[in-house]
Every structure is written in structure tokens, then in C-alpha cells.
């Protein structure tokens, strides 16, 4: 089963997705999928209080953010749970790792946006492949930027439009889907069994 929680910024949206991968109906091993890289001491302090108050049972896969879509099929093979935060670090590592982002070149940027966003979805597939005929879940955090003022440059728009589609995506790929605002889930999908 693939669970979305998307929210804004300070929404509650992990600490949501990792009481859903504490929950007692859940389980096997959890794994934690670790998306953001420690550019800076901001960042670094931000892992490390989220890496603190995860359950100390729980693995973490920090690797190479861009090998994940080849990765999820044996990591999705070795655990029950995987909470991967957040979509939105792993699309921006994507984003600015794309020489296109900032250029001038629509149909060029739209291509690389395309190839962003089909490498994104192979780890939805991947793990859809490796957990048939399973009871294993997906837990995916994903940022609501859809919501905000458009942004002033030409990067900012491109991002905010690349994370809007990639949610879109990933909805569609989704069991359930909840939008976490001020902490509380709003079910915006649910999973109903045989269908």
C-alpha cells in the first residue's frame, strides 16, 4: 500500500507520516528514506532532530538521493515499511542537478521535467513490483507548495510547477493520500480494498 502526506512548511506532515509507520497494525522492519543532504549547519541540524525522534529501531537509507528510483526494488525487498522523506528534497536534488532549470529554453526545460518526473515515478513502480502479493507500505512525504505566492524568478516557478506535478503523480500512484495541516490529517483518498 502507497500512503501520500503532503502539507506546508511546519505542517506536521513527517511526524503524521511516522506515527502511521509506528502504528500497531504495521508490522516488520520500518525503514526510513532519507532524502535531504546536509548542505549547511541549518540542514544538519534539521536531519539530526528528525533522525532523534524516530523509534531507534528504525533504519535509515541515506544514499545517493538520485540512485533511489534504481535502489526502491531491493530496498522495498528487504522491508516492511518504508517512510521515505521528503519527494520534495528528492526532487529538488533532481531539480538543480538539471542544467535546464535555470535555462532560458522552455521545450528544453519541459524535456528535463519529463525525465525528472519518470525517474520520480519508477520508484513508485519499483516498489509496486517488488511488494505484490505483500502486506508492505509506502509512506511518502511530500510538500503542498501549490498554496503560496507564485514565486518572483524563473527557478522558484519552475519548481513550484515541477513539485505540483510530481504530487500529482504520485497521488495517482497512491492507496490513500492525507493533507496534514496544523498537524491534523485531512483524508483526502482512501484506500478501499478491491478496487
Not at 502507497?2 to 500497531?24: D, W, Y
Not at 525503514?31 to 544538519?44: K, V
Not at 542544467?99 to 521535467?113: F, N
Request: charged share 25%; glycine share 10%.
Amino acid at each position: 500500500m502507497i500512503t501520500l502526506v503532503l502539507g506546508g512548511a511546519r505542517s506536521g506532515k513527517s511526524a503524521f507520516a511516522e506515527e502511521l509507520a509506528s502504528h500497531p497494525e504495521v508490522s516488520g522492519g520500518v525503514i526510513y528514506i532519507a532524502t535531504a543532504d546536509a548542505l549547511d549547519d541549518e540542514m544538519t541540524s534539521r536531519i539530526s532532530k528528525h533522525r532523534d525522534r524516530r523509534p531507534r529501531g528504525w533504519a535509515t537509507w541515506d544514499g545517493e538521493t538520485a540512485s533511489l528510483p534504481s535502489e526502491m526494488k531491493n530496498i522495498a525487498s528487504s522491508w516492511d515499511v518504508l517512510l521515505l522523506d521528503s519527494l520534495t528534497m528528492y526532487l529538488s536534488c533532481a531539480f538543480l542537478a538539471a542544467p535546464e532549470a535555470d535555462g532560458g529554453d522552455e521545450a528544453l526545460w519541459s524535456a528535463a521535467e519529463g525525465k525528472i518526473i519518470g525517474e520520480m515515478a519508477k520508484i513508485f513502480s519499483s516498489f509496486k513490483e517488488a511488494s505484490s502479493g505483500t502486506q508492505k507500505s509506502l509512506i511518502v512525504v511530500s510538500d503542498e507548495t501549490g498554496c503560496g505566492i507564485v514565486p518572483s524568478n524563473r527557478m522558484g516557478r519552475r519548481f513550484r510547477d515541477l513539485q505540483g506535478r510530481a504530487n500529482q503523480v504520485a497521488a495517482r500512484h497512491a492507496d490513500e493520500a492525507a493533507l496534514v495541516v496544523a498537524g491534523m490529517p485531512l483524508w483526502i483518498k482512501r484506500h478501499e480494498p478491491g478496487k
